[in-house]
């Protein structure tokens, strides 16, 4: 990985969709980047690793982590450029460092940690376990999932970030989520 991984400057305040798998995050993000007219990063490690499934029937590695980091920051330092004064993260280095500790027995490569430090974000959408667990090539934990929203909230709840629950129906989640981010865009 990259030693000097930084996020571009900016005045873009960022919201992240962050939480356990098939939680509605991708859906929930691209409405959220609709509604404020604004960019939405896409999720690399699925791109990158949907690709290495296809191509070699080949699962993550913890050799995979450090450059699905990178590859999801460069595509955030590429979106916040033409965002307006928000950017939705459809994910960040946080899931990932969720992922590693969670599926690596607790481990996480120093520098993803400091990655965590380093990367700031404004506020972090936690989607809840209240919608239907969807199977596809690269979700493993269908049943772990009320151990793996509790994984997340914990972390963020450690690291005292800002953050608010999102469930109920499609409709409602977005209806909170907007709540969320506008209460943090009158602060600014």
Not at 4 to 25: H, I, M, N, R
Not at 59 to 84: F, K, M, R, T
Request: net charge negative; aromatic share 10%.
């Amino acid at each position: 990985m990259e030693k000097d991984l930084k996020q571009v400057p900016s005045s873009c305040l960022k919201a992240v969709v962050y939480g356990p798998e098939s939680t509605g995050k991708t859906t929930l993000a691209q409405q959220l980047a609709a509604h404020y007219q604004t960019m939405c990063t896409g999720e690399y490690a699925r791109e990158f690793l949907q690709k290495k499934w296809d191509q070699k029937k080949e699962v993550c590695e913890l050799s995979d982590l450090p450059h699905i980091v990178a590859g999801q920051l460069q595509w955030e330092n590429q979106a916040v450029a033409y965002a307006n004064r928000l950017l939705i993260c459809d994910t960040n280095v946080l899931v990932t460092r969720v992922w590693s500790e969670t599926h690596f027995e607790g481990y996480c490569d120093p520098q993803i940690m400091a990655c965590c430090d380093q990367f700031q974000y404004d506020l972090y959408l936690l989607t809840g376990i209240d919608v239907p667990w969807e199977k596809d090539d690269l979700r493993d934990r269908p049943h772990d999932r009320e151990y793996m929203f509790d994984y997340f909230k914990n972390i963020l709840d450690q690291r005292q970030e800002n953050y608010s629950i999102i469930e109920g129906n499609e409709e409602e989640r977005l209806e909170k989520a907007v709540a969320a981010i506008d209460r943090l865009l009158k602060k600014t």
